[in-house]
């Protein structure tokens, strides 16, 4: 179980739902930027939380390309990346160890964003991420379906940093 937990926080956590267009200006995309998981704040099941995960979105086009970088308390560490537009196709997911679920994405307004990541045509895994109103911290609710069916939840609260890299308060 742990490892669809480390396949599904190392490709961000987070995105959904009904087509809403863009921002006018695609470099006002609130969620581009650097997001670093507050551990204290966030809900994982036991054992589970990464020790740190840096989340890095970059407009690109009419959608955005993603990068994570965790770090679990194991010591191990993985990589995420994609570009993907907001037009709920799905787009490969290329890891640290190879090939992961393909994530498509939906705008479904200004502050929030949705994934969803399937293997085969079956749903494993949406994440919904919601900015807060002034832009500065970003929820990742996630839920993932096991191997057994059972939907199981995690809540990342990521910080955003500033111009300089730090977090902003």
Request: hydrophobic residues 35%; proline residues 5%; positive net charge.
């Amino acid at each position: 179980m742990k490892s669809i937990f480390r396949i599904l926080i190392t490709l961000s956590i987070g995105i959904s739902g009904l087509a809403s267009p863009m921002p006018n200006n695609p470099d006002a995309d609130p969620f581009a930027g650097r997001w670093t998981l507050n551990v204290q704040k966030s809900i994982y099941p036991q054992g589970t939380c990464p020790k740190s995960m840096v989340i890095e979105m970059e407009v690109v086009n009419e959608g955005i390309r993603y990068r994570s970088n965790t770090l679990y308390s194991n010591g191990a560490a993985s990589t995420a990346t994609y570009i993907a537009k907001y037009d709920n196709r799905p787009v490969l997911v290329q890891g640290s160890s190879g090939f992961l679920l393909p994530v498509s994405l939906m705008r479904i307004d200004g502050t929030t964003v949705v994934a969803t990541y399937k293997r085969g045509m079956q749903v494993v895994a949406t994440s919904r991420r919601q900015l807060s109103s002034d832009h500065k911290v970003m929820t990742i609710k996630t839920v993932i379906t096991d191997k057994d069916g059972q939907s199981i939840t995690t809540i990342g609260i990521y910080d955003k940093a500033s111009a300089d890299g730090l977090a902003t308060k």
